[in-house]
């Protein structure tokens, strides 16, 4: 396909890694922000590839991960209601909420939808009138300028028994907490690539100046993020923390305006809780009063909801970038995807998730226990 | 989650108002709407994201980073040459 195979060609990929690697004199730290990163990075080996100097983090980045288990609980809450016809993306079925998942309460009757666009749910609800249908508007910025639209098209088109139940979550504020944090590590950033395509490039401008980290707008295919970490490293080796574009093909430095207007117009930022982080001010978005016909929140009633997070897990240590899958006792043996503890290892895109995917649960199983046997 | 796909533009057309358009991801068509991307033409490439355009892909910054990799093949050629 182009634009996308050109970027995964091997040789190109070690001369990166190569020219990286002349580069470093120091170890640093470097945190990919967006899920969808991590999983190329560990689909690819991307992070085997780069000198011992640089390590890469695995940020917060994936919509689903962070959604906090008490809107997981709530979504499925209204997915049950009588003559509700719940709409989400595929990612969320398996997610598990303090009893169950959306598969299962779709095997026990619920009618649970699977759309590939918001707007394929506001096409649901002219379909059917007489059914209350609910979208589960998860994601970044992102996905804001679809999830917007819907809601703005449904209002336009009258259709009254259509609406979301808003879980957004933000980028920047997110990283400025990460780096506010005493226990920080991280010293540079990947940059969202797709959340800059719509928000552009000036939100990160006082985050690289206030904390001096190179902030580089990456994409998501070998050769971006091998880029990326380059011109990461290259700031970093000259002392130097700026906003830079990597994805200049997809990304303009003022972001898509059309898409920004439409999302002023729908949210309001709002403060949201982040699994495995916890409340982060001024880090969401929640639905304008004028579209308040279209909030699931307060058209549903949900009894007050209270949750349980398993005590083992660090996925909150492993979003802040503080530790890894492997550094944690319960991966890959009592969590894995089917059995998921915790907010890594709940979608494809979380950074524990990836590593049991690629196989990185029976290395270091390899590692520690078997046994070293003399090859004869 | 934040999956952007490059695709080519086929067909555009307005449905309730909004640019709509079809397009083609190595074979597999899709309909994408193409609202905030008003000045896309039929063959122009879009990143699309959850059946939305999000941004048109710049074809001459695409080729940036493979200038990039002719530079530092040469300057590796030149570090290797014996003196």
């Known amino acids: 396909m182009k634009f996308v195979d050109e970027y995964r060609d091997g040789s190109a990929a070690r001369t990166l890694a190569d020219t990286i690697a002349r580069t470093v004199t120091r170890p640093w730290t470097i945190m990919e922000v967006c899920g969808g990163q991590t999983h190329t990075i560990v689909k690819y080996g991307i992070d085997r590839l780069l000198p011992k100097e640089v390590e890469l983090v695995h940020g917060p980045g994936c919509p689903v991960c962070v959604t906090s288990l008490e809107m997981i609980d709530r979504a499925h809450a209204i997915a049950s209601w009588p003559g509700v016809i719940f709409c989400s993306f595929g990612d969320m079925l398996r997610v598990p909420g303090s009893r169950a998942d959306l598969l299962q309460l779709k095997s026990q009757g619920a009618d649970i939808r699977v759309v590939y666009s918001p707007l394929d749910a506001v096409n649901l609800a002219a379909a059917h009138p007489n059914r209350k249908v609910v979208f589960f508007a998860i994601g970044f910025e992102t996905t804001a300028p679809p999830n917007a639209m819907a809601v703005w098209l449904a209002r336009k088109r009258k259709l009254r028994n259509f609406s979301v139940l808003v ?44 904390f001096g980290v190179p902030i580089v707008a990456t994409g998501f295919e070998p050769l971006d993020l091998l880029e990326g970490i380059l011109r990461t490293v290259q700031q970093l080796e000259e002392g130097r923390g700026e906003v830079e ?110 590593y049991f995917a690629y196989g990185r649960h029976l290395e270091s199983r390899t590692a520690r226990e078997l046994p070293l046997v003399p090859v004869v | 989650m934040c999956l952007g796909i490059p695709g080519k533009v086929t067909e555009t057309y307005r449905e309730h108002d909004v640019l709509m358009g079809k397009v083609d991801f190595g074979g597999v068509f899709k309909r994408v709407c193409l609202e905030h991307v008003p000045e896309v033409q039929i063959g122009e490439y879009v990143l699309v994201h959850v059946g939305f355009a999000l941004t048109r892909i710049d074809e001459a910054e695409a080729t940036r980073v493979f200038a990039l990799l002719k530079e530092l093949d040469q300057l590796g050629e030149l570090e290797e040459a014996p003196p």
Not at chain 1, 181 to 195: E, I
């Open chain 1, 167 to 210: 879980s957004h979550v933000l980028v920047p504020p997110m990283m400025t907490a990460l780096l506010s944090a005493p226990d920080n590590r991280v010293q540079g950033f990947l940059g969202a690539g797709h959340v800059c395509t719509v928000m552009g490039l000036s939100e990160y401008v006082p985050i690289a100046k206030q």
């Open chain 1, 245 to 354: 574009n990597q994805y200049a093909r997809a990304v303009r430095p003022e972001g898509n305006p059309a898409s920004r207007q439409l999302i002023a117009d729908v949210f309001e930022v709002c403060d949201r809780k982040w699994r495995g982080v916890g409340l982060i001010s001024q880090s969401g978005f929640a639905l304008r009063e004028e579209y308040r016909d279209h909030d699931a929140e307060r058209l549903f009633e949900v009894d007050h909801i209270e949750t349980h997070e398993s005590s083992v897990c660090i996925s909150g240590q492993i979003l802040k970038g503080l530790k890894k899958p492997h550094d944690c006792p319960a991966f890959g043996k009592e969590c894995s995807p089917q059995t998921p503890l915790g907010a890594t290892m709940v979608s494809s895109e979380g950074a524990c998730a990836a």
